[in-house]
């Protein structure tokens, strides 16, 4: 199974800045279940979450990145917010900063001030910066080895991207920072994640505005797209359990497979980053 991300250019280098965008993680902050989550946002039409087993999918997601050797902090649920539990959009986490993001759903924005407290408890918080019509979520900022790839779509304008970058430049001047302009998906990593630094997988809905010299990375067949975003944790690689393609690919690359399902978050455009925030 081979081919190439066409229309991406990912030149990555071999170094690695941290452990955090190498894929090893000490701490995790996440939140539990909304009650109000089948009222979130999603562009998915495959009907209602059922609450009960998304809780159950939770408490596995939380359970597995305990026994990989993660310290999870779990908040209690939001009820107010229902998509709150997707803590990935509201921060970006390198070299012990957590950067606060500014998402582009206005119903979304205030998960933002709701986590500031619990971070900073943990880590040195900043904001954003620019103005108020900067937008950024953190499901389109990836982050793997010496790269990070800040997605251009539906949830983050240029602007916004363009002070994600800062924000990571100023942290880490080594980092190399690609802005990449999509479309076809919600959020980058919903369908371009890295199963180690440099290997990538995509889901094929995803659309590029421009082509350009590539890495070498796999695509997922379109019935398994939803198996592109993967979560390498301390050794191992999180999978969705409905993807046999990419367990194939993860257990060639990295050896150590757990597959989750993640289907009742699926339903509301969720995946396996969305639930953790890492360091």
């Known amino acids: 199974m081979g081919g190439n991300l066409s229309q ?54 939380v359970e597995t990145l305990r026994s990989l050797g993660v310290d999870v902090t779990v908040l209690e649920s939001a009820n107010d917010l229902p998509d709150s539990h997707f803590v990935e959009d509201t ?12 998402p582009g759903a206005s119903e979304r924005q205030p998960e933002v001030e709701r986590i500031r407290p619990h971070l900073e408890r943990h880590l040195a918080v900043r904001e954003l910066g620019g103005s108020s019509e900067a937008h950024v979520d953190g499901g389109d900022v990836l982050i793997a080895g010496r790269e990070a790839l800040i997605g251009v779509g539906a949830r983050t304008n240029r602007e916004g991207a363009e002070r994600m970058a800062h924000q990571l430049r100023s942290l880490d001047s080594q980092l190399k920072i690609r802005l990449v302009p999509f479309r076809g998906v919600l959020h980058f990593k919903s369908a371009i994640t890295a199963v180690r630094p440099g290997r990538y997988v995509g889901d094929p809905q995803i659309q590029f505005d421009t082509e350009s010299k590539v890495a070498p990375a796999w695509w997922l067949p379109r019935t398994e797209g939803y198996g592109a975003n993967v979560l390498p944790l301390n050794g ?44």
């Open 8 to 61: 991406l250019s990912m030149n990555v280098s071999g170094g690695q800045s941290s452990t955090a965008s190498s894929g090893f993680f000490r701490h995790a902050l996440v939140r539990s279940v909304s009650s109000s989550m089948s009222r979130g946002l999603t562009t998915q039409t495959l009907g209602l979450p059922d609450l009960n087993t998304a809780r159950k999918e939770h408490a596995e997601y």
């Open 91 to 102: 921060a970006v986490i390198h070299q012990g900063t957590a950067i606060l993001t500014r």
């Open 236 to 279: 191992a690689v999180l999978v969705s359990a409905t993807s046999p393609a990419v367990r194939v690919i993860a257990e060639a690359e990295v050896g150590r497979v757990i597959p989750l399902d993640m289907g009742e978050f699926r339903k509301m455009d969720g995946a396996l980053t969305c639930l953790s925030l890492l360091w």
